[in-house]
């Protein structure tokens, strides 16, 4: 085992973002520490999805996830290895045909502090993930995300210097007195946002 990553503390996707990263990076043999029993099962699911076999140990409520994969050529011409391999380039944040339209400041109903954590977490995955949307969309209460949610700012920036598209309603901004909160993305109307949806192959709504 070559290397200990700690991911206590953080809650999914991340353990497996970290965990993928380590994969694509050619590691086959690395521990990853956890502190939550639905990470380690989305660990095991990496792993088989990807050849890995898990070893597991729970110690004072820390799951300890060794990730291993035999290549006994080390000139890395393991057929498994190259598997994972194949297409890296292919995997560098391409740009897709679909749009994401972000109408409300949180995911889902219910607890207004943890709908906002769920939206940073999602463009974080969104950031991390093979395929990157062609444009994110915000409107009415959803402009409050690219003014004052500033973890999930930090990751849109990401995206816009990737070249994603970020597109705000100017009248939303305008009617929640946010014009001079704008961290990220560009002033746009409803001509332009719709546009872009009629332009996306498929909308995810949020």
Do not use: R
């Not at 001079?180 to 949806?197: F, T």
Request: aromatic content about 6%; glycine content about 6%; overall charge negative.
């Amino acid at each position: 085992m070559n290397k200990i990553i700690d991911a206590k503390g953080k809650n999914c996707p991340i353990p497996v973002i970290m965990a993928k990263k380590e994969i694509d990076s050619e590691n086959n043999n690395f521990l990853i520490e956890v502190d939550n029993k639905i990470a380690v099962q989305n660990l095991k699911k990496l792993a088989n999805s990807q050849g890995f076999t898990i070893d597991l140990k729970e110690d004072n409520s820390v799951f300890k996830v060794h990730f291993s994969k035999n290549c006994e050529d080390e000139t890395n011409e393991c057929e498994a290895c190259n598997e994972i391999l194949d297409g890296l380039e292919e995997d560098k944040k391409n740009l897709g045909t679909w749009s994401i339209f972000i109408g409300k400041d949180t995911i889902g109903s219910g607890n207004e502090k943890l709908g906002k954590m769920l939206m940073k977490m999602y463009f974080y995955t969104i950031l991390e993930s093979d395929e990157l949307p062609k444009s994110v969309l915000f409107m009415n209460d959803g402009v409050k995300v690219p003014t004052l949610n500033d973890q999930a700012v930090e990751h849109l920036k990401d995206l816009q210097e990737k070249g994603v598209e970020i597109l705000i309603c100017g009248t939303c901004l305008n009617f929640y007195g946010l014009e001079e909160e704008l961290n990220v993305g560009k002033v746009s109307n409803m001509y332009d946002i719709a546009d872009a949806m009629k332009e996306a192959t498929k909308v995810i709504t949020l």
